[in-house]
């Protein structure tokens, strides 16, 4: 991830194979640049609302009756039924005092992946910049440096966010019913600890200095520099061999780690789940309750949907990687059509961000009820502020009146 993050690093990688004729080839500096922008304004929309839904913990009868007092006039004779409902549940309270729940694990995964995804989707503007000014990167070492290392986090935390998940659905679906669950503050802290730590190289070796490839033109990349790990070597073939070699392990740490070992984990919980299920005529447990089967529904078409996007970035890396390492014999029509696809596979691997939202309202009825109780209360505070502006206004003219009278009542005394 961290070799392949900018579209141009396949362009100014050093390469001992440079015999195509590359003048030709240019990618779409507006569509891709487009739909940057359309990922970044319907995925912060959209993740911000997953986030408040699975992060928000307001009781149902509360959120119920603040609707209920709010949005409709009370009627006849429920005053007193509400006056009633309030003295119960105050000395309720008092003897019991209320407790917020504690966050389910899986709601905390939901919105951990949220989270990655918000934290790149922030980065867009400037990649589709960079894109639509013909690779130029003008916002300094910086945000090249910051960009690059939250696209290769939110690519690790996504993936360690869906594995824990699926591990968390089938512990559930085929543990004992009382068996703890573990606490989601270690969890969160170690995924996105490690996936920070495997993000680092995304940090630290972005640069947008490139003595080696001079640009005439004064365009600036912002792309790998493995100066730092090479050294000084006074011969040129050993620093491309040496930079080659680098960024074969940089590129083969992000497709084992990040796409690989986590798909197969994920491919094992799934696959004895499905086992299990298929048995459900048996003793084999499956998922009775409807908020179950919509969990499952909904974590593996995220799944599906995280792996199908990012499948043509890292078969494009790999193909690139074996070509120009020599395990795949050389064509030139090739390598010609794995550079003109990485842009387009890097876009759609980028799509995944904003689309996860829009699973969850395709798949989630609870979200969407959610999504619903949200835009109600909106609508209810609206009709507060609105009813509270008409009694000020209607005060203030009664006020004006009575006065109004009183200095007439005296110039007639």
Not at 114 to 133: C, E, G, K, M, N
Not at 175 to 203: D, E, K, N, Q, T
Not at 219 to 238: F, K, N, W
Not at 320 to 343: R, T
């Amino acid at each position: 991830m961290e070799s392949n993050t900018s579209d141009l690093d396949h362009l100014t990688s050093p390469s001992p194979f440079l015999q195509c004729d590359y003048t030709d080839w240019s990618p779409s500096f507006s569509i891709i640049p487009s739909i940057y922008l359309l990922a970044f304004a319907v995925g912060c929309l959209g993740n911000a609302l997953v986030l408040w839904a699975y992060l928000d913990r307001t009781p149902k009868r509360s959120r119920r009756s603040h609707l209920l007092k709010f949005c409709s006039p009370p009627c006849p004779g429920e005053e007193e039924k509400a006056e009633l409902e309030r003295n119960s549940s105050s000395s309720s309270s008092s003897s019991s005092p209320p407790t917020n729940r504690p966050r389910s694990l899986t709601h905390s995964l939901i919105a951990s992946l949220a989270l990655a995804d918000l934290s790149f989707l922030v980065t867009l503007p400037l990649w589709a910049a960079y894109t639509a000014l013909g690779y130029h990167w003008p916002f300094g070492e910086t945000l090249c440096r910051l960009s690059s290392f939250l696209t290769a986090l939110n690519m690790y935390a996504s993936v360690f966010s869906l594995s824990v998940l699926s591990i968390e659905r089938h512990r559930v679906l085929t543990g004992p019913p009382r068996r703890p669950c573990p606490a989601s503050s270690r969890v969160l802290a170690a995924l996105w600890s490690l996936s920070g730590i495997l993000a680092l190289p995304g940090f630290l070796l972005r640069s947008t200095r490139d003595p080696e490839w001079p640009d005439p033109s004064g365009s600036v990349a912002c792309r790998m520099d493995y100066s730092a790990l090479i050294g000084d070597q006074p011969d040129e073939e050993a620093r491309e061999v040496a930079q080659m070699r680098w960024a074969a392990v940089l590129s083969l740490k992000s497709t084992l780690l990040g796409f690989l070992f986590p798909l197969a984990v994920l491919l094992a919980c799934y696959c004895s789940l499905a086992r299990l299920l298929g048995r459900h005529f048996g003793r084999g447990p499956r998922p009775d309750r409807p908020r179950q089967r919509r969990l499952l529904r909904v974590i593996v078409t995220l799944v599906l949907a995280f792996f199908l996007c990012w499948l043509p970035l890292h078969v494009n890396k790999t193909l690139s990687l074996l070509l120009e390492l020599g395990f795949l014999p050389y064509s030139c029509v090739l390598d010609q059509i794995l550079l003109a696809v990485h842009p387009y596979a890097t876009c759609v691997a980028y799509l995944n961000s904003c689309l996860n939202p829009l699973l969850y309202a395709a798949c989630d009825r609870s979200f969407r009820r959610k999504c619903g109780r949200m835009l109600r209360s909106t609508c209810g505070e609206r009709k507060k502020k609105e009813v509270g502006e008409m009694i000020k206004a209607v005060d203030e003219r009664s006020d004006s009146s009575g006065k109004t009278r009183e200095a007439d009542a005296g110039v007639e005394g």
